[in-house]
């Protein structure tokens, strides 16, 4: 069945974006190394890695949640699948044109890693990136359902907010981990500074294409 492959498809596009957030500095994975290394505690890095989860999960939901409440306007699904598509587009245009770092991110207190992690993922468009596969599985979803109620429709799509996030977020917990780990052990924040490239362009990149793929699909897809 081509939506049967549509789906699974859109679903490990969630997980390969939450791994690559996970791997991605901007994500916070350097301040849990950080953190770990200057109490000399490896719990720390663990307690560091679960509060910045914390903070990306929730940014995801307040995301992902005010659009699940809209596909219960089912006959304008396209052309919400449009406005979030071009939405995300936009937001990548603006960071390849605008690639500085949000300066009030620098005035989070270190410790506050769960509300740096919220607001950075908020600010680098992370939760915006979900809602054009979001919006996809979703469609694929009711066109599998058939006629339903509205209030059954709007409990599925809130089930689905909640379990794209979950998963998007267990992967780039997962990803930011092994990298957190790696750099911890046995490679050190110098190599770090050393080696890593500037992901903020091809962030901004992906995000114009993620956004792109969101209209064409609502377009011309399912």
């Known amino acids: 069945m081509p939506d049967d492959m549509t789906l699974t498809a859109l679903w490990w596009a969630v997980i390969f974006s939450g791994l690559y957030h996970g791997v991605n500095p901007g994500m916070g994975w350097p301040l849990a190394v950080s953190a770990a290394l200057m109490t000399r505690k490896p719990v720390d890095l663990?307690?560091?890695?679960?509060?910045?989860?914390?903070g990306h999960l929730l940014a995801m939901l307040a995301i992902l949640l005010p659009f699940s409440m809209?596909?219960?306007?089912?006959?304008?699904?396209?052309?919400?699948r449009i406005g979030a598509g071009l939405l995300v587009l936009m937001m990548g245009g603006y960071l390849l044109i605008n690639p500085r770092h949000p300066r009030y991110l620098a005035r989070v207190h270190p410790a506050r890693l769960g509300l740096w992690s919220f607001l950075a993922a908020i600010a680098h468009g992370a939760g915006l990136m979900l809602v054009?596969?979001?919006?996809?599985?979703?469609?694929?979803?009711?066109?599998?359902?058939?006629?339903?109620a509205v209030q059954g429709l709007m409990q599925g799509d809130l089930g689905t907010a909640l379990h794209v996030a979950i998963a998007h977020t267990?992967?780039?917990?997962?990803?930011?981990?092994?990298?957190?780990?790696?750099?911890?052990?046995?490679?050190?924040?110098?190599?770090?500074?050393?080696?890593?490239?500037?992901?903020?362009?091809?962030?901004?990149?992906?995000?114009?294409?993620?956004?792109?793929?969101?209209?064409?699909?609502?377009?011309?897809?399912?």
Not at 70 to 80: D, Y
Not at 132 to 148: R, S, T
């Open 170 to 222: 267990l992967a780039m917990t997962f990803a930011g981990g092994v990298v957190a780990i790696v750099i911890y052990r046995w490679l050190g924040l110098k190599f770090l500074s050393r080696t890593w490239f500037n992901l903020d362009r091809v962030w901004a990149g992906s995000l114009v294409l993620v956004g792109a793929f969101g209209v064409y699909s609502a377009l011309y897809g399912h």
């Open 132 to 148: 054009p596969i979001y919006l996809g599985i979703c469609a694929i979803e009711e066109n599998d359902a058939g006629h339903v």
């Open 46 to 54: 663990a307690k560091a890695l679960g509060l910045l989860s914390v």
């Open 70 to 80: 809209m596909i219960v306007l089912v006959e304008w699904e396209t052309q919400i």
